[in-house]
């Protein structure tokens, strides 16, 4: 059958070419072994067992749980968002040196045998609970090898698309959809600290400490300086009552309201003159006490006025930073990079897909998409060098991930034959010196 199959792939327009497949030996994902020499410098998966329980029991468990965790991660990171897609990559070469011996040797785990790792195993509540915590180490081993004097925390929420049954769904009027409405908190490095799926009808801030808390409190036992960045759904007193006694610098955008127009009515008046072309923008900051809060408050306001525009653009930021408005409103604007990373997520990752019935379930499959996400992040942001340093996770994906690749076994050892297309050799070396001098890196 093969032989004869192989025979009828001729092609018309040239009769010198023809095709065979050996999927046996051909990857399109040798890219992937990149990630596992960064995840062994950096000892990221091997750490599982130190926050995750294997219930499984017996004498017919053929894959171990940090096998399994890097087939859920790794499949993820390369763009295979649904366990469906196991039953091939079971036989990949890529998937299976990346996975570890038993599985080069045999073949990584079917559908099956994952899917009920992620909806039996996982689901657990010591479980979804250590599968943050081993986030949080994943966070910390990239953050210690990198430089810094302070970390910006971003906390956002965004939504995830639902067109089932799926429990927790609920209509967002805001988006216009049926969804889950899942919170964020990133670093200014893009890592993702921390994420909590939540139903899709709850406000934007909702749980918000239960995702900030673990955070800051890992970090100040470090003695690390911390700043937070938020939009307006964060500006609530229990907020500013929480970040102040730990000694957080925050910026807050602040919705706007009568009383705080009225404070820099002296800034709405209409220039004199036709506008440049070049916006005019004046900044102004002012004690505010609205009747929620028990006591003033430092408020940073931006106007704008825009060349074509009759009303001008006026923001407000609620702040305990001493800096200059114009340096406060520059700082605030930084956060707009965690709605890119979001994106990234979205749309390289696919971290939307969350088809499973049960909530639970889809708060694995949520915390699965953050580590390979982070996964990702980490190589981009620490291993890169100067010619791709600026690739999104998405070109990583399309020009490194998916890089052709050959595997040719011999008697002592297994040789990968990669294809040189987006990735040269020379880049490639670059990436695994790179790798190899952060292992020796402390942490």
């Given at each position: ?36 020499e960064?995840?062994?410098a950096?000892g ?15 004498r ?65 509540n ?8 081993l986030?949080a ?6 953050v ?41 908190c990133?670093?200014?490095f893009g890592?993702?600290?921390g ?23 890992r ?20 907020v500013y ?25 002296h ?5 004199v ?11 102004h ?47 605030y ?7 890119q ?15 499973c ?28 060098p ?27 050892r ?30």
């Amino acid at each position: 059958m093969g032989e004869k199959f192989q025979e009828a792939l001729k092609l018309q327009f040239d009769k010198r070419l023809r095709l065979e497949f050996h999927g046996a030996k051909i990857t399109s994902d040798a890219g992937l072994l990149v990630f596992r020499e960064l995840d062994e410098a950096l000892g990221l998966t091997e750490k599982a067992p130190n926050y995750l329980r294997d219930s499984r029991g017996g004498r017919n468990v053929q894959h171990e749980l940090v096998p399994l965790l890097r087939q859920s991660v790794y499949s993820r990171l390369a763009g295979y968002e649904d366990t469906n897609d196991a039953e091939k990559l079971a036989r990949d070469p890529a998937m299976q040196a990346v996975v570890g011996r038993r599985a080069l040797e045999k073949q990584a785990a079917s559908t099956n045998t994952l899917s009920r790792f992620e909806t039996e195993v996982l689901v657990s509540n010591e479980n979804l609970r250590g599968l943050r915590q081993l986030n949080a180490g994943w966070a910390d081993q990239a953050v210690v090898r990198t430089r810094h004097q302070r970390i910006i925390l971003d906390m956002d929420s965004s939504e995830s698309p639902l067109y089932g049954g799926q429990e927790g769904a609920a209509y967002n009027g805001h988006f216009g959809c049926m969804c889950y409405h899942p919170l964020f908190c990133f670093n200014q490095f893009g890592d993702c600290e921390g994420a909590m799926l939540r139903p899709g009808n709850v406000h934007s801030a909702e749980r918000w400490r239960e995702v900030l808390e673990p955070i800051v409190e890992r970090y100040q036992k470090r003695g690390r300086r911390l700043l937070f960045r938020a939009d307006a759904a964060f500006a609530r007193p229990e907020v500013y009552e929480y970040l102040e006694p730990r000694d957080l610098g925050y910026a807050i955008r602040l919705p706007a309201n009568d009383l705080l127009q009225e404070r820099i009515k002296h800034l709405l008046k209409r220039p004199v003159g036709r506008p440049p072309q070049k916006p005019i923008v004046q900044y102004h900051d002012f004690q505010y006490q609205a009747k929620s809060w028990d006591h003033p408050r430092r408020v940073v306001a931006k106007v704008e006025w825009h060349q074509g525009e009759l009303f001008p653009r006026v923001g407000f930021i609620v702040t305990n930073l001493s800096a200059k408005p114009k340096d406060v409103v520059r700082f605030y604007n930084g956060r707009g990079t965690a709605e890119q990373w979001i994106k990234e997520g979205k749309y390289a990752l696919n971290w939307t897909r969350l088809s499973c019935h049960r909530f639970v379930a889809n708060q694995v499959r949520l915390q699965l998409f953050i580590l390979a996400y982070n996964l990702g992040n980490f190589l981009r942001r620490l291993v890169l060098p100067k010619p791709i340093k600026d690739w999104s996770l998405r070109s990583l994906q399309v020009k490194l991930i998916k890089m052709g690749g050959r595997m040719v076994r011999h008697a002592r050892r297994i040789i990968f034959q990669l294809s040189e297309v987006a990735i040269s050799r020379e880049i490639f070396a670059a990436l695994l010196g790179r790798i190899a001098r952060l292992s020796l890196a402390p942490g």
